[in-house]
């Protein structure tokens, strides 16, 4: 039993959690993951861990409503109880001082990249940080993102805020502005590492944009998992041509050797049986279309 | 004058082995209920009286954890039915589970005497009676036994164990049997390991194993789940954290794939996970539990093991119209018990012996056909069974929606990737001394799947009784 000690909203269907849990805090690195089972009927699902406090044993998980579970999670409150949860899982990121980094967060993927985005500041990267949302009011945890980065954009689908397109497309733009023409310029402006996490497509399409420019692109994945600890093949991705379990090789690749079209496909097994479980939970719920 | 009757001369009854019984196969294959039905009072007691309590009985040494088998039958015949239960126990913590999934028929039962010339003692199914039949009556929750209680008795070393599968459990109840404090921490949410997660609710009901585990915990194993060794702990904070020795009961918890083309497609399943959703998450209750589970229509299992037969009893339960099992060998060779077999045959699935998949076509990202090759048997391989060989120009292809892959399961590393100085063998099992489980790291044992490769609960039972003893001696004397 994994106690909520503070749950926050952080904008619409958008929640994080504090939970008690001391010794994944011990361990927690920046990059990894926990699994969860909300209850007894309930499937496991894996949530980043967007933060941890290693002398008061707390972790934060950041969810999204999207389906069932993650619904159902956003129904609980403070003094609930998560039944199961179970970390820190997957390899922590690389963080090292590469020089010049970029970090694209996506969505709800900007709460993975802050723990990500800080931990480079600390041992002396220069960060540069894009974020977006599809709107304004959907946009998370930019304070925290501007206090963690040198320099700051902010983007949304809808320009209700900053630059009015993907987080890809101005990536592009950025790259094309500062790492062409003027050799000079160039040197000063090298970008030597870029990470991305957000929806699967959004990674995807940063991996389009970053290939040809050269510059190494890690993304951390998504896929389904059961067990995240690497003896069902769930989550299995290819990458570089060769099968790897995201829960134990991963979660973070090299975004160029990535089958994204894998990715996505697999990604949409459960489809209809996600359709069939939330319209039984609204139905029960009577919650709103 | 009363005539003297000379006992030797009056010939037993000849009485015939005692049928277990069985739903009917039409109606079991649509239900996760238990196939077997147990034996009566009655049954139990005709088939006790088979057996010829002989002065030197070979079945005790046939059981990998030398139940005194004579002499709990000897109870059975006396009706003595709670001792009986006790002297199994004074060898094996779990007999409702080994009464189920042992293969009896290679262990006990082979070497039983009256199998010479007749069909042997039910061993097995009389082992099964007398745990079901303590379970029926057994008050619902038995406590975990204070750790206070214990360190008023003897409050001895404290051992860590990893893993609870039946090696872990095992190995646990014995030592804390000898008064040490023993901890086993379980990766998944449920203690049990491939007992939970990889036997059927159909072959081994759950609730048995619940109530099983609840009597090694009631000897005072305490039992972490959600603990990931290896993560959240390694090897070496268990030993800062006190722990006197580790035994690492890991199993096989890696899949194994084919490595043909079509293999990530949507509906390709490892045995591992097709399983573990059904068993564990209880995917064929869907949508009341959670977790989903792809229903084909046409399944074919990849595979001739128990895990095989399982995957496919469990997609005929699913409710596929057609069940393939694709063995490369024939039915000789298959490593599945043979009741295994029998009733997944019993149960309408079909057998495609001597052929082998070379590819998987897909259609929009999922699984349309499976596209396989006869095989012919050749000349005998490291196994010592005859090697399967390709039928050039014999491939056919048969349309399937959901391959599971049941070829066989390796030592996950997660575990082993974290300590780099333990000595592995060249598959990555951990290299182990045989009886001991000695490793070549001072305090760390190890036994069952993870050493050995994929085996039998029985043989992880052994295992971790026998490093039991040897834990307990290297802690008393200190001699590694």
Redesign the interface.
Known sequence: MYKIVKKEKLVEDIDRFYLKAP??AR?AKAGQFVVI?INE????IPLTIAGYNRSNGIISIVSMRVG??TSLLSSLREGDNI???????GNASEIENFGRVICVGGGVGVAPIFPIARELKKIGNYVISIIGARSKDLLILKEEMEDTSDELYICSDDGSIGYHGFVSDFLKEYLEKNLTGNADKKKDKRITRIIAIGPALMMASVAEVTKPFNIKTIVSLNSIM??G??????C???VGGK?KFVC?NGPEFDAHQINFE?LL??Q???CD??K??MD?YKHKCRLPE | MTKRIDKRNIKKEKIPRVAMPEQDPEKRNKNFNEVTLGYTEEDALREASRCLQCKNPECIEGCPVEIDIKGFIKLIQEKKFNEALEKIRERNSLPAICGRVCPQEDQCEKVCILGIKDDPVAIGRLERYVADRELKRKAEGVKECAWSEITKQCAREKIAIIGSGPGGLTCGSELAKLGYRVTIFE???KSGGVLVYGIPEFRLPKEIVRREIDYVRSLGVKIE????IG???TLDDLFSEGFKAVFIATGA???Y?MGIPG??L??V??A??YL??SNL??AYK???????I?RGDKVAVVGGGNVAMDSARVAKRLGAKHVYLIYRRSEEEMPARNEEIEHAREEGIEFKLLASPVEIIGKD?WVHKVRCIKMKLGEPDDSGRRRPLPVEGSEFDIEIDVVVMAIGQGP???LTSTVPHLNLTRWRNIKAEAVTGKTNIKGVFAGGDIVTGAATVILAMGAGKSAAAAIDEYIRTGIW
């Open positions: 010794l994944i361990k089972r009927d309930g499937e496991r069932k579970t039944l199961d949860v179970v970390g820190p899982l059961v067990d600890t690497g003896m069902c093949g769930a299995r991705v290819e099968t134990v894998l496909s697999r949409k097994t459960y049986h996600e069939e479980c039984l | 990766a998944l949410h789940v959600n603990m990931v993560k959240i702990l918890g890696l899949p794939f293999e990530n949507n509906g399943y490892s591992n996970e573990t959703r998450m209880k869907f949508p009341r539990c959670d977790t989903p792809i990202g996950n590393p997660l």
